[in-house]
């Protein structure tokens, strides 16, 4: 199986099944839901949804098309939640315990820009870096 192929899997199974959590069991994503985003129960539901169809999207088989606007979407998905993330950084750092630590943030805040690239590249939009070059003679 190519490797293009693993990571879409792996990647539309990760979407799957955390959509299904956003729509199933909603109060975690609400505690780190940051307090300028309006209607926080909506928009956990909301992101539970594009989660999923960002999934189905990269995960099935008949369109290309389809794949790529799937990566597009969880691309773009992941850069809005940001955000949440680094406002459940700050707050669970500041915890008296100090939360998850920052052996759980830091790796989470990195692999941020890795779950975009991994999305972009899986759905077909880009081959960065692995695309050769025209030589130019």
Known sequence: M???????????????VAGYFHL?????FLRIMPGFVP????MVALTGV????GAIA???PWSGRLRRAGGWGLAAYA???WPANITHFGMDMARPDGGWGLAYHIPRMLAQPALIWCALWAGGVTDWPWRRRARIR
């Open 50 to 53: 594009a989660e999923l169809a």
């Open 58 to 60: 990269l995960v099935q």
């Open 79 to 81: 850069l809005a939640v």
């Open 2 to 16: 190519a490797a293009r192929t693993v990571v879409r899997l792996v990647l539309g199974a990760f979407y799957g």
């Open 39 to 42: 209607q926080p129960e909506a």
């Open 24 to 28: 199933a069991a909603p109060a975690p």
